[in-house]
């Protein structure tokens, strides 16, 4: 038998699930009336997880004044701020480096936002951009996937001669 869901965990709920159908809208409208933007789903996305993932700004802010939890992870045991690397949403990353989040949190895979930000993507710049903001933001740029490869190593491997650069000014 499911454990009973309060009205803030079930507007939590409801306010992931707007997200997943793109109304921004009514999910920020949940999160004014006081939904729970920590509760996760059965694919354990929160609120937080899913704008960041997404890159949706307006939402990443108001579930941050709400009380979101930079350290709710996701099913691959990441936390916001690695899928908005990863994606390439700048202003994310941005919003969710300033509120605080861990740059070097290590997800299931073995993975940083700044290892994402290299092996899943095009190295174009976006995803540049992003490599800076972490580096600058106090990301370690030494710290290795769990097979041991620096993220100077995968970029360099990729051919990102750019992120190249801005990892070896802060190495």
Same mark, same amino acid.
């Given at each position: 038998m499911a454990a009973a869901v309060d009205a803030a965990e079930q507007s939590g709920l409801e306010a992931v699930a707007a997200l997943k159908r793109g109304d921004t809208g009514a999910a920020l409208a949940l999160i004014a009336e006081g939904a729970d933007v920590n509760v996760r789903d059965d694919l354990l996305d929160s609120v937080l997880l899913y704008a960041g993932?997404?890159?949706?700004?307006e939402v990443v802010r108001a579930a941050l004044a709400a009380g979101g939890d930079l350290t709710v992870t996701n099913r691959y045991g990441g936390i916001a701020v690695i899928p908005a690397s990863e994606r390439g949403h700048v202003s994310t990353v941005a919003l969710l480096i300033e509120a605080g989040s861990d740059l070097d949190h290590v997800n299931r895979l073995g993975w940083t936002a700044l290892i994402e930000a290299i092996v899943l993507s095009d190295g174009g710049p976006a995803h540049q951009r992003i490599v800076e903001l972490l580096l600058d933001g106090g990301a370690d740029p030494a710290l290795a996937d769990g097979d041991g490869t620096t993220p100077r190593e995968l970029a360099a491997g990729r051919g990102y001669d750019?992120?190249?650069? $801005? $990892?070896?000014?802060?190495l």
């Open positions: 993932a997404n890159g949706y700004d750019e992120i190249v650069a $801005l $990892l070896d000014a802060h």
